[in-house]
Each structure stands twice: as C-alpha cells, then as structure tokens.
C-alpha cells in the first residue's frame, strides 16, 4: 500500500522556538493532506486541511498564525508549530487519502513526537 | 457528516473472536465505512473498509445489515498484539471527504 512518512518522529524544543513537521507521501501524489493532534489517551482531532498550492483550511479554534502549514508539492506538506510552548507538547499525525476511485482510505503517517520544555 | 458512536472499551483473551460494533444513523448513500487500529505512539493503520453487506480479508471481518445504519468489525481468535484502539470512520469517497475520529474503542486482549 501506499506510504506516507514523517520527519522528525519525535522532537524536544525549548519554550518559544519553532518547530517543522514534515509530511511525505513517497510513492503516490497527494494534493490534499490532513493534519492531527492527539493528546494522551484521546482520539485524533482534526487540525487542518492542507492543499497544494493554495491555503490551508483550519478547524475552528485552531490557531492559523500558529500553527503554519504549507503544502508546496504534490508530495510534501509542512507544519510548522510557532513559538511553540509546554500545552503544545502533542503527538502529531498526518494524513493522504490513497486516491482511488472507490475508495474512502486515508494513509497515516507514523506520527511525530513534539515535547516542548 | 455522520457521526459515529462505538464502545469505549471492550476486554477479550487470547484466541477469542472479538466483534466491535459502530453505530452511524446518518450515514449518507456515497458514504463508505472504515475500520483503522492505532497502537500507541503510531499513526493508525487501515484494517478494512466495506460499503454494503460483508467484506473479509486477511485480518478481518466487516459486516453491515441493509440499513447501514451500524457496522461490526469481527476479529478471529484474537493476540495479544491486538490490543489497540480501533476506529469506525465513516465517508464518502473524493475530494470533499474530511476523515474525522470519533472516539474509538480500546480493545485489551489477556492472556
């Protein structure tokens, strides 16, 4: 099946700095992909919707100057958490539908870590 | 978008079948019905997906009565590598579907 992976998978950083998520789909091409948060023993919940070339599409109370996406490839989309601090410590998910007809499938990536002190 | 409600928790053992049950009302006509499983500190992992009646492949079991209304995911004998959270997710298919989580359930498997 069709692979997504993630870079880093697991970050710390201080208070205050930025951090970049990368999100690739590796042998399919993707013009949408998706973004979660998943706190400690909670569903995922849905970020933001990236699409190539264009905006991205925010879910409500999440925080677009926060919370940068940006989906410059049919391959590649970025997150980049600002000024990151301690209530942002989360596990990151994201997400490419397999794009075949018929099929409602979404392909996740491994998720990535982010620890902030 | 239809919403769908499954069980918080269920408790099996080792080499039993386990069937988990979601329930979604409002499920449209396009709309398709997704199992994935989640083990911790992971992305989760398509299981099966299903439109209408059953679907079996190398892992599991989906059944869906006529209404649509509900689906089962049937597990055959059951590991302990199974314990994980499984979700029921329901869309259709194309470019407006927006894949959202419900709370699934967590299934512990004993030895």
């Known amino acids: 099946g069709a692979v997504v992976s993630q870079h880093p998978s697991w970050v710390i950083c201080k208070s205050g700095t930025s951090v970049k998520i990368e999100c690739r789909s590796l042998d399919f091409q993707a013009t949408t992909m998706f973004w979660y948060r998943q706190f400690p023993k909670q569903s995922l919940m849905l970020m933001a919707t990236s699409n190539e070339g264009s905006k991205a599409t925010y879910e409500q109370g999440v925080e677009k100057d926060k919370f940068l996406i940006n989906h410059a490839s049919l391959t590649l989309s970025t997150l980049t958490v600002t000024s990151a601090h301690p209530e942002d410590s989360s596990f990151y998910i994201c997400?490419?539908?397999?794009?075949?007809?018929?099929?409602?499938?979404?392909?996740f990536g491994p998720g990535t870590r982010l620890t902030v002190l | 978008l239809a919403k769908t409600t499954q069980p918080i928790s269920m408790d099996s053992y080792e080499g039993q079948e386990v069937n988990i049950t979601c329930s979604h009302n409002?499920?449209?006509?396009?709309?398709?019905i997704t199992w994935y499983q989640q083990f911790p500190s992971q992305g989760p992992r398509f299981i099966i997906q299903g439109y209408k009646t059953k679907v079996t492949n190398e892992v599991a079991s989906l059944f869906i009565p006529a209404d649509r209304k509900s689906s089962t995911l049937s597990l055959p004998r059951v590991s302990l590598s199974d314990t994980a959270v499984y979700y029921c997710l329901v869309g259709e298919t194309g470019g407006s579907y927006i894949p959202t989580f419900g709370r699934g359930t967590s299934l512990i498997v004993h030895p």
């Open positions: 997400s490419a539908p397999s794009g075949l007809a018929g099929v409602a499938e979404q392909f």
């Open positions: 409002n499920i449209a006509t396009n709309d398709y």
